[in-house]
């Protein structure tokens, strides 16, 4: 199984910042077969980003993802307010599909 | 744009089976060439994939479930099915059902979720 490790457990910035999201797997993942979700409290995850760097419909290009191998980056370039949240990153190229433990975006 | 809803009971007892059905609306899971999934959320904490199955009863589980996991589907119905027995206060989570992005894989990402449905363990 492949363990997901995500970093900062908690980034506290303020609106208009920069963010930058980590995720380092315990093996390579196949093919850059990462995708990311956003999750506000109460509600789903939402599909952001794909492939490790394709952007799902509708995300803003604000939200970019990168990476291969064992790390990969999420960056969100300018924090919007509607951004503060929390983020996983989940691999799908080797069963069993596993998750992160997350980072929680919060206002600084 | 396929629309997933979660049903079933909030409460089981310990050791009992926690059943929940989804339901999907805006497109048939007959023909859809897609996997479905079950991923669930203990509170506070990350997410667990549980295991997803084909329309045709093909079926892939997180190996440490699986000797408790049944999944199913019901095309006429345009549902499929989680069945988890001997649950235990550990199986306490919101229960998300999911679809699959990508064709005829388990190896893919999520590109529809239900909304979610909290199922507590206790006596």
């Known amino acids: 199984e492949i363990v997901l490790t995500q970093s900062p457990g908690t980034l506290s910035l303020s609106p208009g910042a920069r963010a930058t999201l980590s995720c380092r797997a315990s093996h390579s993942v196949k093919s850059s077969y990462l995708a990311w979700y956003q999750q506000k409290l109460g509600q789903a995850p939402r599909l952001l980003i794909y492939?490790?760097?394709s952007r799902a419909i509708g995300i803003p290009d604000r939200f970019s993802g990168s990476g291969s191998g064992t790390d990969f980056t999420l960056t969100i370039s300018r924090l919007e307010p509607q951004d503060f949240a929390v983020y996983y990153c989940?691999?799908?190229?080797?069963?069993?599909?596993?998750f992160g433990g997350g980072t929680k975006v919060e206002i600084k | 744009q396929r629309h997933l809803q979660e049903s079933g009971p909030g409460l089981v007892k310990p050791s009992e089976t926690l059943s929940l059905t989804c339901t999907v609306s805006?497109?048939?899971?007959?023909?859809?060439?897609?996997?479905w999934a079950w991923v669930r959320q203990p509170p506070g904490k990350s997410l667990e994939w549980i295991g997803s199955?084909?329309?045709?009863?093909?079926?892939s589980y997180y190996p440490s479930l699986k000797n408790r996991v049944t999944l199913s589907v019901d095309t006429s119905m345009n549902q499929f099915s989680l069945n988890l027995r001997s649950v235990t206060a550990a199986d306490t989570a919101v229960y998300y059902c999911?679809?699959?992005?990508?064709?005829?894989?388990?190896?893919?990402?999520?590109?529809?979720w239900g909304q979610g449905t909290l199922v507590a363990v206790s006596s």
């Open positions: 805006g497109g048939s899971i007959s023909g859809s060439l897609y996997f």
């Open positions: 989940q691999q799908y190229g080797t069963s069993p599909l596993t």
């Open positions: 199955v084909y329309e045709n009863g093909s079926v």
């Open positions: 999911a679809k699959h992005a990508d064709f005829w894989s388990v190896d893919n990402w999520f590109d529809r």
């Open positions: 492939g490790a760097s």
